[in-house]
């Protein structure tokens, strides 16, 4: 699965074939002390993740999705089936150096600062003493907490355990991140940097499998997800796939007069009934509107907290090259990608019943306008405001993409 | 050459600089640099430091200058290393924020670099490390990783300080609150058998609780699945946490060792002459033990019983030979043993390697009998040795009245100044040379007395020479009980390898009491019955069958195996004297740590390594 999907941002186009993570008839049963089968909490599961994209794995409460991580990692081991991470079992050693993972809880000792966290687990990795000193600042300051470094990580708020809870998942630059619940507890702000990290790491290569019960943001990043019920995988596939009503099509253009716009909805009654059109106009969501608040007053308000997090530290972003290079790689890759995109296919959408009553308000939403100027179809604008505003953050820090 | 500064701000009192790196100032200033940067606590605890050690200065600079030094060097080094952390910190406990760390010359350097940059910090500053000031090999890295863990978990939950405060009533609250009788061997008793009995007591339940405690816990609060999920084996996370716990002990038990010495050679200063003397020669010195080459009884059983078996010709059907064998067995033992009214007994020491130790140095004999006459009380008989080689003409006769079921040392070589025979070590005597030319010691005990005493084979007559000082023999003697600390962790990591907590707790502490039972034991497998014995006919009463079956033989191997640990008694040796010789401390370390704890370990490890570090839970 090759093609650009114009859905996804940065698309599957660096997503390869080569399998990552190969899950086949995976199936755990917890036993109590006797031995006897009490849960059956994953049943048969088959998947494969391929490099450089990201997995969502998605499910109820108890549906498997943990339980499917924690086997993942070497930490549960499977009652049948088979696990093959890079090629290796779980628990081959060596092959952890390449993987980071980011628990649901906090699950670091309460009674070490965030930089002693980010160094004892930066020993674990073998790092020398200087990278690994280099690393620890660029992710606290990447993560916002370069100034509460001497505070404990029992004493951080939910939030603030995250964000090291992210750092420290990343400070061996993995090759496979898996996230659990990487959003909980954190504030919008939080949420949407973290979503930003994410398809950064992705524009790296990097693989990232990410457990969430927050749709939105499995929606946001992923390119393939899997579907948990009852220990049982229901349903896998790209969003596009998953998502897709291929009866519908969404039509996007600036205001026009009341006449222009009833033509044009004429001409399509002319094929399509009534009560099949939808007409609204977009608007900004509350996501956007928020950041855009904290951001104008980020630059003058100071903290005890944690701070808005920072660039991506260095050593994520690849290697040395300067920032004005990466920065235009990054606006070239931008720039390049509408035109692209404009060739696609306009995107559908599901309409609802309670969407349709919009139609009645056909007249009053088309007003009359100076200049009208030509209508042009918007290809999946969620997707285009996302991206424009992952790089007004990450201006200068998406490196060059692995190829 | 410029430093780096690390720059803090304060929204009210502005910037601050703090260099990176070793203090010279804190490492030659000490409390007084502390004081005056507001580091106090760690200022205070230096200060108490530095007082103790004034103290014990007064009383043992003079004989230890070099132990002295090397403490005082060693403390102000490491505080010199830690000042401008320490100072760091307490900027930011004050409200001060970290910016960054600049490259200056000096701390007013450093502070107006930062200012000329205003709001625009170079990323550099932001991010800068200063150059690490040494570097670990990778492959220890991970291990001391998770040591230095284990240890910051007891020091940030407040236990270090509770024990440094329990050890510190032991090691000086103990010596102070119970009163010698004035003697050396008074004084010996209390500070070193009753201190470092407890201390080793407390540091060996502390030890049990940790190591449960560490692995467990973590396990528990699913920290360990953090650890488990790096490129580390789980041997590794176990051996660390067993590191980290060993490091607490060697500190905690080498503090504690410091101290009793130091505190024993102070008190010493306050005794008699006569007792400084007893406990320069007797006590606080290494004497190594020789006694008698070990009787080979059984072989005598068996040639007895065949000799005879051919007189009578035949064995009567249902000859019981296993009791005949004991009963002979007892017989010669006997004979060895015992010594007839106005007979002799000689003993033939072998001095092997330790001969010229023994040709000018003091040798003491460690003397134990009884008496067959039962009585409720020790009785006091006389007593006639003779010391020399075989018809010499310089053999050395002592009399003495000596009480039973006591040991008594005396030394048998002793004059003084003029070569005249005291019984007591006197300043600037010297040492006769008793041994013969063969190297061999001979000793007779000749019985005036109209019963028959009995010397123990075992502990009945042993020869004590001078074979080293106080102080390494101290040392090695802590470095055996640091050994049965570093069993006890194993234990408490082994338990907590595949158990919760509390079980964890509970399996070790039961290993604990079965290791304190060998007594029981031993007197299970020497009566081959849970039940009594019959002290008249030697008959089992009260005997369970089925369990002595199978417990016996199991006792039996138990007990093999707490000898290893058990046959060691550093305490003891300590208190009279005896050494503690590198032959000791290294069969400690092999029977100890290789066979017992590695037994241990690999049970732990191998638990460890399959056990399933994550549960079923509620989410996902």
């Known amino acids: 699965m090759t093609a650009f999907d114009p859905l996804q941002p940065d698309s599957l186009a660096r997503t390869t074939t080569e399998a990552v993570v190969s899950v086949r008839g995976l199936t755990k049963v917890f036993k109590d002390f006797w031995g006897r089968p009490k849960a059956r909490a994953v049943d048969n599961a088959n998947f494969e993740v391929r490099r450089g994209e990201i997995f969502g794995l998605l499910g109820p409460n108890g549906s498997g999705k943990s339980t499917t991580i924690k086997m993942l990692l070497g930490l549960l081991y499977p009652t049948k089936g088979h696990i093959e991470i890079f090629g290796h079992s779980p628990r081959h050693v060596k092959t952890k150096a390449r993987i980071g993972y980011l628990p649901e809880e906090s699950y670091l000792y309460r009674y070490l600062d965030s930089r002693e966290t980010l160094d004892f687990f930066g020993n674990l990795f073998q790092l020398a003493p200087g990278d690994r000193d280099k690393r620890t600042e660029q992710l606290l300051d990447m993560v916002g907490l370069s100034q509460v470094r001497s505070r404990t990580v029992g004493e951080f708020s939910k939030g603030m355990q995250r964000r090291i809870g992210l750092a420290q998942a990343l400070i061996n630059d993995p090759d496979l991140i898996i996230l659990d619940e990487p959003t909980a507890g954190m504030d919008p702000l939080g949420c949407r940097e973290v979503k930003d990290l994410i398809l950064a790491l992705k524009a790296r290569g990097k693989t990232v499998i990410l457990s969430s019960h927050l749709l939105s943001d499995v929606e946001d990043v992923c390119d393939r997800v899997v579907i948990y019920y009852g220990g049982k995988i229901q349903a896998d596939g790209t969003l596009k796939e998953l998502l897709t009503e291929r009866d519908s099509i969404r039509v996007t253009f600036p205001s026009l007069t009341r006449e222009k716009v009833q033509g044009i909805l004429g001409a399509i009654q002319r094929e399509v009934p009534a009560d099949r059109i939808k007409l609204d106009s977009p608007s900004q969501n509350l996501e956007s509107y928020f950041l855009g608040v904290v951001n104008r007053a980020r630059a003058s308000e100071q903290t005890a907290g944690a701070t808005s997090g920072n660039q991506v530290a260095e050593y994520l972003r690849g290697s040395a090259e300067a920032g004005a290079q990466q920065q235009a790689r990054v606006l070239d890759r931008l720039v390049a990608a509408a035109p692209v995109a404009e060739a696609q296919a306009p995107t559908v959408i599901v309409p609802t019943a309670a969407e349709l009553e919009a139609q009645k308000k056909l007249a009053a939403l088309a007003t009359p306008a100076a200049t009208a100027p030509e209508p042009k179809i918007e290809i999946a604008p969620k997707l285009a405001m996302d991206e424009v505003k992952a790089n007004e953050k990450l201006a200068n820090l998406l490196g060059k993409p692995k190829s | 050459m410029s430093a780096y500064f690390r720059i803090l701000k304060h929204p009210e009192q502005g910037l601050a600089a703090v260099k990176h790196g070793f203090s010279w100032p804190a490492a030659m200033l000490g409390w007084v640099w ?49 000042a401008n952390y320490l100072n760091s910190r307490s900027y930011q406990q004050r409200g001060f924020l970290y910016q960054g760390l ?230 010669i033992k006997s004979q060895y043993q015992a010594v007839p009214p106005q007979t002799t007994r000689p003993w033939v020491i072998e001095t092997g390697l330790a001969r010229g130790q023994l040709e000018n140095t003091p040798i003491y004999l460690r003397v134990k009998f009884r008496s067959p006459q039962y009585s409720l009380k020790p009785e006091t008989f006389a007593t006639l040795w003779e010391v020399g080689p075989p018809n010499a003409t310089n053999r050395v006769r002592i009399s003495r009245a000596l009480t039973t079921d006591t040991f008594h040392e005396f030394g048998i070589n002793l004059l003084d100044a003029k070569g005249v025979p005291v019984s007591d070590p006197v300043k600037g005597g010297r040492y006769q040379n008793l041994l013969a030319p063969d190297g061999k010691l001979y000793i007779v005990f000749g019985n005036p007395n109209p019963t028959a005493l009995l ?166």
């Open chain 2, 455 to 620: 010397f123990d084979l075992d502990e009945g007559l042993e020869v004590l020479y001078h074979e080293g000082g106080f102080g390494l023999n101290f040392a090695r003697g802590i470095a055996i009980l640091f050994i049965w600390l570093g069993l006890l962790a194993a234990i408490g990591l082994a338990g907590a390898s595949y158990l919760s907590f509390p079980v964890a707790a509970f399996f070790s502490i039961a290993m604990l009491i079965f290791g304190l039972s060998s007594g029981t034991i031993a007197q299970v497998v020497q009566d081959g019955t849970f039940g009594q014995t019959n002290h008249d006919t030697g008959a089992k009463e009260g005997m369970l069958g089925a369990v002595d079956f199978i417990m016996v033989p199991t006792f039996k191997v138990a007990l093999g195996l707490l000898q290893l640990v058990n046959s060691f008694s550093p305490v003891d040796a300590l208190s009279t004297g005896r050494s503690v010789s590198w032959t000791a401390l290294l069969q400690a370390l092999l029977q100890i740590w290789g066979l017992i704890g590695g037994f241990f370990a690999v049970i732990g490890i191998f638990a460890f390594t399959r056990r399933e570090l994550a549960t079923a839970q509620s989410k996902g």
């Open chain 2, 102 to 331: 600049v490259p200056a010359t000096s701390p007013s350097d450093a502070i107006a670099k930062f200012k000329a940059v205003g709001e625009n910090i170079p990323a550099e500053w932001r991010l800068g490390v200063a150059p690490p000031l040494f570097s670990l090999p990778a492959g220890l890295q991970q291990l001391l990783a998770v040591a230095r863990l284990t240890v910051k978990a007891v020091v940030r939950y407040r236990l270090l300080p509770i024990l440094a405060v329990l050890l510190v009533l032991v090691v000086v609250g103990l010596p102070l609150l119970l009163k010698h009788d004035g003697t050396a061997r008074g004084l010996v008793q209390i500070v070193i058998t009753y201190t470092l009995s407890s201390i080793t007591a407390i540091l060996g339940l502390v030890t049990l609780w940790l190591a449960t405690g560490t692995l467990a816990r973590d396990v528990e609060d699913c920290s360990m699945q953090m650890i488990a999920v790096k490129p580390i084996a789980r041997w590794q996370v176990w051996v660390g946490k067993w590191l980290g716990i060993m490091a607490l002990n060697l500190t905690l038990l080498g503090l504690s060792g410091l101290t009793i010495y130091f505190l024993i050679q102070w008190r010493a200063a306050n005794l008699p002459d006569k007792q400084q003397a007893i406990l320069k020669n007797e006590l606080l010195i290494a004497r190594g033990s020789l006694k008698e080459r070990p009787l080979d009884l059984d072989a005598e059983v068996e040639k007895n019983l065949k000799e005879r078996i051919r007189e009578i010709g035949q064995i009567a059907n249902g000859a019981d030979l296993k009791q005949v064998r004991k009963d002979v067995k007892e017989a």
């Open chain 2, 34 to 82: 502390a004081f005056a940067r507001r580091v106090w606590v760690p200022g205070l605890a230096l200060l108490v430091v530095h007082t103790a050690l004034a103290v014990a200065a007064t009383k043992l600079f003079t004989d230890n200058p070099g132990l002295l030094i090397v403490v005082g060097l060693g403390l102000q080094a490491f505080f010199g290393a830690r």
